[in-house]
């Protein structure tokens, strides 16, 4: 069973930082991809950043200068890391796994992805 676990949320003034990590537990290749999610209130979920299967990766344009995604494969884990954090980009985050996604050239769609974590709450206070 797959299981994914979103680490590292939580409270931070504007400017500040902070990385996210998404455990994976019970897949069965370290080669998958992992698409990061984001749902502010009253909002609808955006996808945020991607890392494929091949190691490619994806970040939308409006925070492509201050988040970035990586992958410590040793263990199962993929990161976001969040620089410069703005008001706006508080949110609740989701990791999500897809096994049908190989490379990335945008960010893929949440239909792509089969199972999610629980999410983590990101509050960026100005």
């Known amino acids: 069973q797959v299981q994914l676990a979103e680490l590292g949320g939580g409270s931070v003034q504007a400017g500040g930082s902070l990385r996210l990590s998404c455990v994976v537990s019970g897949y069965r290749s370290s080669r998958n991809c992992i698409g990061w999610f984001r749902q502010a209130p009253g909002k609808e979920r955006e996808g945020v950043a991607a890392?494929?299967?091949?190691?490619?990766?994806f970040v939308i344009a409006s925070v492509r200068d201050r988040f970035s995604v990586s992958r410590d494969n040793a263990k199962n884990t993929v990161y976001l890391e969040m620089n410069d954090m703005k008001p706006e980009d508080t949110a609740v985050y989701f990791c999500?796994?897809?096994?049908?996604?190989?490379?990335?050239?945008?960010?893929?769609?949440?239909?792509?992805?089969?199972?999610w974590g629980q999410g983590t709450q990101v509050t960026v206070s100005s």
């Open positions: 890392l494929g299967a091949d190691d490619s990766t």
């Open positions: 999500a796994l897809s096994g049908r996604v190989n490379n990335i050239m945008n960010m893929p769609g949440a239909v792509f992805f089969e199972s």
